[in-house]
C-alpha cells in the first residue's frame, strides 16, 4: 500500500535542502524546477530515466537513477507523491533522521504561500482548463507562477515560476490535499463524487468540495447537476463574509452562457455575458472544450481583466498533452490519446470525442490503471464505454505501484458490458494494433485512454494502420 501523507502537518518556512522521490515525471520535476527558482539546494530520484532529469542536471540538481539510502545525502526536507511505499529506502531513512516529510501538494502550499492562488479541481476537465487560463493569463501580458498535471503544448512545459501576483494550479481533489492551499479563485470543472475509496461516501466528496468553495473569495463553476447544487447550496453567494459564486454554463440563467456550439476539429461558440454575446473560437477538438474555454474566460474577467482581450487570446491555446491529443491520421482514421482513468473522465473524453467524429465511429482502447481501481471500478467503466462507444478494446491491467489481486484482470471490464459485440479483452499489445487496424475504417476515431503506459501503444497502432493501407 503506498504511503498514506500526513496532509494536517504545519509546513515550516525554511526547507533547508529538498530531496525529492520520484522527481522524474513531468509534475514532480516542476515543482522541483521551482525550488530552484526559489535558491534551494534540490536533489532527487526516480526507478528509471526520463526525458525532465536531464534539464534538472543541467540546473546544478544531484540526480540519481535508481532508489537508495544514499541518494538522501544531507536533505533537511523529503518531497514524494502517493505513489510510492513505505518500503521506500530513501523514505525509511527520512523516517529515522526525523526530517521534514512533504508531500508534493504540501510542497506546492509552500510555493503558492505568498501569492494569490487560483486553484481548479474538479473530475475531469482540471488540467485542460488550467492549462487555458494560465494561456490567457500570458498571452493578456500577465506572468502567472502556474503548476498544471500536463505539459501545456504552446509552452512546452507543465510549470513554471513568475513574476505576478498569481499561482494557477491544477487542485487535486483525490485526496483531499486540494483544500490545503489558500484559495483566492476557486474553479469547479464539475463535481462528478469519485474518489470514494478516500472520501468514504458521497456526502464526504461533497462536503470537501463545500469546503474549497469556502475558502475562496471566488468561485467559478461549470455546467449544471445535482452534485454541483447540493455543493453550492451552502456557499454564500452574495453575502460579505461568503464567496462570490459565479455559474459558467449552456443554461439561461448562467453568468456565462455558452451556445451555438459547433465542434468539429476546432470549436466555435458564443460566451454572452452582461448582455453582450462574444463569438469564440479555440483550436482544440471536443464539444466539452467549449464549457472548458468559457470557465477559462470567466475566471480572467472575474480577475480583473476585460472579457474581450480574453475571449481573444483563446487562439493561442494548443492544447495539454495526453489531454484528447492528437497522434496522427493514416487512411482516414484519427488517432487520439487520454489520461482518462476514471470513469466519470472516461465517459467525458469518449463523448468528446463523439462531437468531432461525425458519422464515423468512436472505438476506445481502455488499459486498466492499478488492481484497486479496476476491482472497484470495473462495472463504471463498462457503462462508460458501452454507452459512448461504438467499439472497445481492453487490455490488461497496468499495476503501477501495485501488487495483482487475484482474480482482477481486464476480463471483470469485459464482463460489466451487456452487448458483449461490443468490446474485446486483448491483453498482447500487437494482437491488439493489429486487431484494430483490421476493424478501423475511414472516418474512424481511435482513442487511447489511461494514466499508465498505454500512450506507448501509439506508434504500434499507427504502424499497423499504415501495412493495412
Known amino acids: 500500500m503506498p504511503v498514506k501523507p500526513d496532509l494536517t502537518i504545519d509546513v515550516p518556512a525554511e526547507l533547508g535542502r529538498v530531496h525529492f ?3 522524474g515525471g513531468s509534475g514532480m520535476s516542476g515543482i522541483a524546477h521551482m525550488m530552484l527558482d526559489a535558491g534551494l539546494e534540490v536533489s532527487g530520484s526516480d526507478r528509471d530515466e526520463t526525458p525532465y532529469l536531464q534539464r534538472l542536471r543541467d540546473r546544478g540538481a544531484r540526480i540519481h537513477v535508481g532508489h537508495a539510502a544514499e541518494n538522501l545525502g544531507d536533505a ?9 511505499w513505505p518500503e521506500n529506502p530513501e523514505y525509511v531513512l527520512a523516517q529515522q533522521k526525523g526530517l521534514v516529510q512533504l508531500h508534493r501538494s504540501q510542497a506546492l502550499h509552500w510555493l503558492s504561500r505568498e501569492r494569490r492562488v487560483v486553484s481548479v479541481a474538479g473530475a475531469h476537465g482540471k488540467s485542460t482548463t488550467t492549462g ?10 500577465q506572468d502567472p507562477s502556474f503548476v498544471n498535471g500536463a505539459v501545456i503544448q504552446s509552452l512546452k512545459t507543465s510549470s513554471a515560476s513568475g513574476e505576478g501576483e498569481l499561482f494557477v494550479l491544477e487542485a487535486d481533489e483525490s485526496d483531499g490535499s486540494f483544500l490545503l492551499y489558500s484559495t483566492a479563485a476557486a474553479v469547479i470543472t464539475n463535481v462528478d463524487p469519485v474518489h470514494l475509496d478516500h472520501y468514504g461516501s458521497r456526502e464526504g466528496y461533497l462536503d470537501a468540495f463545500r469546503t474549497f468553495a469556502a475558502q475562496a473569495r471566488e468561485v467559478i463553476v461549470a455546467g449544471e447537476g445535482a452534485e454541483l447544487d447540493a455543493v453550492l447550496a451552502d456557499v454564500a453567494d452574495g453575502r460579505s463574509d461568503g464567496p462570490r459564486v459565479v ?17 468539429a476539429q476546432h470549436v466555435e461558440f458564443t460566451i454572452t455575458h452582461d448582455g453582450a454575446a462574444h463569438p469564440a473560437r479555440i483550436d482544440v477538438a471536443g464539444r466539452h472544450n467549449a464549457l472548458n474555454a468559457a470557465v477559462a474566460v470567466a475566471t480572467l474577467v472575474e480577475l480583473g481583466q476585460p472579457i474581450g482581450p480574453a475571449i481573444a487570446a483563446l487562439t493561442a491555446f ?10 496522427g491520421e493514416v487512411r482516414g482514421v484519427t488517432v487520439y490519446d487520454d489520461y482518462a482513468h476514471e470513469p466519470a ?6 463523448a468528446g470525442a ?3 467524429v461525425g458519422e464515423g465511429r468512436v472505438i476506445a482502447i481502455h488499459q486498466p490503471h492499478l488492481y484497486s481501481r479496476t476491482q472497484m471500478f470495473s462495472g463504471e467503466f463498462a457503462k462508460a464505454y458501452e454507452r459512448n462507444a461504438d467499439y472497445t478494446i481492453v487490455l490488461g491491467v497496468d499495476g503501477a505501484r501495485e501488487d495483482p489481486i487475484p482474480g482482477v484482470s481486464g476480463q471483470l471490464v469485459v464482463d460489466g458490458f451487456d452487448d458483449k459485440s461490443k468490446v474485446a479483452l486483448i491483453e498482447d499489445w500487437a494482437q491488439a494494433a493489429e486487431h484494430l487496424a483490421g476493424i478501423a475504417r475511414e472516418g474512424d476515431l481511435v482513442m487511447t485512454l489511461s494514466c499508465g503506459t498505454v500512450y506507448q501503444l501509439v506508434p504500434q497502432l499507427l504502424e499497423a494502420l499504415e501495412r493495412r493501407a
Open 132 to 141: 487555458m487560463i494560465v494561456t490567457l493569463l500570458r498571452e493578456t501580458r
Open 21 to 23: 522521490i520520484g522527481i
Open 76 to 84: 533537511d526536507t523529503i518531497v514524494f507523491t502517493s505513489a510510492i
Open 247 to 263: 455559474r459558467v454554463g449552456e443554461s439561461a440563467d448562467a453568468d456565462y452562457r455558452v451556445t451555438d456550439i459547433v465542434a
Open 318 to 327: 494548443g492544447g495539454t498533452k495526453r489531454r484528447f491529443e492528437f497522434k
Open 354 to 356: 463523439r462531437s468531432v
Open 345 to 350: 473522465e472516461a465517459a467525458a473524453a469518449v
